[in-house]
T-cell receptor, first 116, second 122 residues
Framework: DAKTTQPTSMDCAEGRAANLPCNHS???????VYWYRQIHSQGPQYIIH???NNETNEMASLIITEDRKSSTLILPHATLRDTAVYYC?????????????????FGQGTILTVHP | GAVVSQHPSRVICKSGTSVKIECRSL??????MFWYRQFPKQSLMLMAT?????????EQGVEKDKFLINHASLTLSTLTVTSAHPEDSSFYIC??????????????????FGPGTRLTVL
């Protein structure tokens, strides 16, 4: 799976939008971009994923550049409860098959701290 | 939907004993579950992939005889840490791969994680 690069940490004021960048310059055509977050001492929580189109759900928006080499996770109105480590992961799609299918490789992620 | 539970949430045991951790998908069937381990201030590391009805596939460096995985049903996988030692103390997290949920958002083949099990070996 392609590797990702994320900033080590970011700060955001409560109520403001949090924009978390991720670089995945070696992504291949059948790899999806997934975002998870992990609040301290809990299991990771799925946020959103996409292939090439921008995506939005009740938690966040995912903006993927046209060349797919980078993406941005947007939390539109950050709250204190959004303080967590955010992981950007590139993963093979369902039609890839093989032993690598489905595996998630976690990097160090971005520590997002939301301030009052 | 897509809830994964783990039991127990916390366990303390003596060195040399075995500990079993259960991972259940509560509202969906999961043909594939994954087991991860996370040491303090580190990221999650995949230990093994568990497929229902077949042997688990272990990542390089993970001892299959020490970390026994059983995936006997579509909603339950277990991880047994045999002859646990203090260096096995860690946060163990499972995930289950969900099929596309009927009527739900476009969530295809996504992994959902359990809350984790904190293992402390004395």
């Amino acid at each position: 799976d392609a590797k990702t690069t994320q900033p080590t940490s970011m700060d955001c004021a409560e109520g403001r939008a949090a924009n978390l960048p991720c670089n995945h310059s070696t992504i291949s055509g059948n790899e999806y971009v997934y975002w998870y977050r992990q609040i301290h001492s809990q299991g990771p929580q799925y946020i959103i994923h996409g292939l090439k189109n921008n995506e939005t759900n009740e938690m966040a928006s995912l903006i993927i550049t046209e060349d797919r080499k980078s993406s941005t996770l947007i939390l539109p109105h950050a709250t204190l409860r959004d303080t967590a480590v955010y992981y950007c992961i590139v993963r093979l799609g369902a039609n890839a098959g093989g032993t690598s299918y489905g595996k998630l490789t976690f990097g160090q992620g971005t520590i997002l701290t939301v301030h009052p | 939907g897509a809830v994964v539970s783990q039991h127990p949430s916390r366990v303390i045991c003596k060195s040399g004993t075995s500990v079993k951790i259960e991972c259940r998908s509560l509202d969906f069937q999961a043909t594939t579950m994954f087991w991860y381990r996370q040491f303090p201030k580190q990221s999650l590391m995949l230990m093994a992939t568990s497929n229902e009805g077949s042997k688990a596939t272990y990542e390089q460096g993970v001892e299959k005889d020490k970390f026994l995985i059983n995936h006997a049903s579509l909603t339950l996988s277990t991880l047994t840490v045999t002859s646990a030692h203090p260096e096995d103390s860690s946060f163990y997290i499972c995930s289950a791969r969900a099929p596309r949920l009927a009527g739900g958002p476009k969530v295809t083949d996504t992994q959902y994680f359990g809350p984790g099990t904190r293992l402390t070996v004395l």
